[in-house]
């Protein structure tokens, strides 16, 4: 199964804060572990939402918003591609990370015969 592993931040609509040296390094040691497991298919860090725009849809009528999204008490700010056996397994890599602070979620990506 694949698994989105998303991480929240509260105030991503501030400029993003550079990890210390010494959490990178922890990070990278935990990403290398996932990576030579097969779980990683994918990550990335996203940039804060005061670079970012929404769309909102409503009938024909499309608007556009302009970051930050201040209305929002938790955005994406980064996020995994995982491939599980199952969520239990996701959480189990999770408890592993080096992560002192944030929230993050797991979700099952739907999978869709033919497509």
Excluded: C
Excluded at 86 to 106: C, H, N, V
């Amino acid at each position: 199964m694949r698994v989105l592993v998303l991480a929240k931040e509260d105030h991503q609509s501030q400029a993003a804060k550079p990890p210390t040296p010494e959490m990178m390094a922890e990070f990278q040691t935990f990403n290398e572990e996932l990576v030579k497991a097969g779980v990683v298919i994918g990550d990335g860090r996203l940039y804060p939402s005061s670079q970012g725009k929404r769309m909102r849809f409503d009938g024909k009528k499309r608007t556009v918003i302009d970051g930050p999204f201040a209305e929002t008490k938790e955005l994406v700010a980064g996020y995994w591609l995982w491939q599980v056996r199952s969520i239990d397994e996701a959480l189990e890599w999770l408890k592993r990370s080096p992560f002192d602070a944030g929230t993050y979620e797991i979700r099952q990506i739907m999978e869709f015969e033919g497509m």
